[in-house]
């Protein structure tokens, strides 16, 4: 699947440096187009100081992130003043100068070609029936883990909460290995060491090395030659078999328990933990020579209360495993909204408990109701989790202390709930409306009211996905 890229030059003042950006890409195999439509990478050309308006562009043609852009300031000093961080963190994906490239056109074409091939593999049957989820901070990683475990060798380190689908990324990175040779996937779960066995556990024994060595065995060093090697909760490693880890890493040889000769080994590794390991530095617990070894490209997995947006993708995903041939049946808008709003401590994993639970419970034609919900899951008015504390009640505390007053905080409000429903849903403004609980005219006057007028590319219905 390819995405045609799109060229906005409305910051871009000067007919010969619009005439100049065109021939350029053109001269490079890039094509873009002039209308910022479809689902496709975009580059923002500017000549001028960053103005806000031209901030809340790059955040509208992003859809928060989700679609990726390049910003070009044609003058690396309209750069100035953390200019360059501001537009990364309103969503572009890159930011250069055009003047301190010898090939501006060249760069781009590359760039997009990269993002086409990352795209195409994240959207591809392997990636999207084992790992469910289009949610801004999810899909963000999900590009990323492809594009490193497709393009390098790196040791991965995946952090994240007990539940959020660390293996499942393990398997994804030895997947999408690009090395011919690829072997085994070979996992460790580093809870279940016993420290008198592990030794053998890693690096196999010899026959006869110890009471109960029947037999010569390869341990996981062996076994993922040529192929990766998964350590499951690294962060539960007593120190000394830390050390023997590091050296193997380090060397990539090994001996038997009880042999002599040297074994080599090339496997890429791959460890996960739900621990702080920087904390576990500071404490004595993790050796930090043996984290900078198993950490060139660390992976955060948000949690599932951080991807609200992907737990109904999730429990249609888990019911149509649950049911097998059969269509899944619809849930009725009450358990819907009871889902998206019930805690989960444990993550992906109790949501696909709770959905097993509704599976079990629901019988007959017709949609899952609130009784296919069971007793047990009945919310507790005291334990309701109230959507507006935290750090939403900070910001306000903060915008009153600063002096902002009631309408202004009434209107940013409004204007961040649109723009992030307009984002979550890639610009359908039809869906975003929905969400809001206004009509779609409603939703196109006030964005209308917000700025001089909508980004081109918006269209009502339309699957932008």
């Not at 497709?150 to 393990?170: D, H, N, Q, Y």
């Not at 030794?199 to 062996?222: L, N």
């Not at 444990?346 to 609130?370: D, K, S, W, Y």
Request: hydrophobic letters at 40%; a neutral charge.
């Amino acid at each position: 699947m390819r995405l045609e890229p799109w060229i906005d030059l409305t910051y871009c003042g000067d007919a010969d440096a619009r005439q100049r950006v065109r021939s350029a890409f053109k001269s490079s195999g890039v094509a873009p187009t002039e209308e910022p439509a479809g689902p496709g990478p975009g580059i923002i050309v500017f000549d001028r100081d960053v103005v806000p308006e031209m901030m809340d562009r790059v955040r509208d043609l992003s859809w928060q992130g989700q679609r990726r852009i390049i910003a070009v300031a044609l003058a690396e000093e309209t750069l100035r003043d953390g200019i360059g961080w501001r537009l990364l963190l309103a969503g572009a994906a890159d930011v250069f100068a055009w003047d301190r490239c010898s090939s501006p056109g060249a760069r781009v074409a590359s760039r997009l070609a990269r993002w086409n091939e990352v795209e195409e593999i994240v959207e591809g049957s392997g990636v999207r029936n084992s790992l469910i989820g289009n949610g801004r901070e999810f899909r963000a990683v999900l590009r990323q883990v492809v594009e490193i475990a497709r393009f390098s060798e790196a040791s991965v380190l995946i952090t994240g909460e007990s539940g959020t689908g660390k293996e499942l990324m393990a398997r994804l990175i030895h997947d999408l290995d690009a090395r011919r040779s690829r072997g085994n996937f070979v996992v460790v779960d580093c809870t279940t060491i016993v420290s008198e066995l592990s030794g053998s556990e890693f690096f196999g024994h010899e026959k006869g090395a110890f009471t109960g060595a029947v037999a010569a065995r390869d341990g996981a060093f062996a076994l993922a030659n040529g192929g990766t090697l998964f350590l499951d909760e690294v962060g539960e490693l007593p120190l000394p078999l830390q050390a023997e880890l590091l050296r193997v890493v380090q060397e990539h040889s090994f001996k038997r328990v009880g042999g002599n000769s040297w074994s080599t080994t090339n496997f890429r590794l791959v460890c996960a933990t739900h621990r702080d390991l920087v904390q576990e530095q500071q404490r004595g617990g993790f050796r930090q020579d043996l984290f900078y070894r198993i950490s060139d490209w660390t992976c955060q997995l948000p949690r599932l209360r951080d991807r609200v947006e992907d737990i109904l993708p999730l429990v249609q995903h888990f019911l149509r495993s649950f049911v097998g041939t059969q269509e899944p049946p619809e849930l009725d808008e009450a358990v819907k909204q009871y889902l998206v709003q019930r805690a989960y401590p444990g993550n992906i994993r109790e949501l696909r408990q709770v959905v097993f639970r509704i599976a079990c419970r629901h019988t007959g034609p017709g949609p899952i109701t609130l009784g296919d919900l069971g007793p047990d899951e009945a919310p507790s008015r005291a334990e309701a989790e109230v959507w507006c504390e935290g750090a939403f009640a900070q910001a306000i505390a903060r915008a009153i202390a600063l002096g902002v007053g009631l309408r202004e905080i009434r209107r940013i409000a409004e204007e961040t709930a649109v723009r992030l429903a307009v984002g979550g849903e890639a610009g359908n403004l039809q869906n975003a409306a929905r969400l809001l609980g206004v009509t779609d005219r409603a939703l196109q006057l006030r964005r209308a009211s917000q700025r001089p007028g909508p980004p081109a590319g918006e269209r009502i219905g339309a699957a932008t996905r």
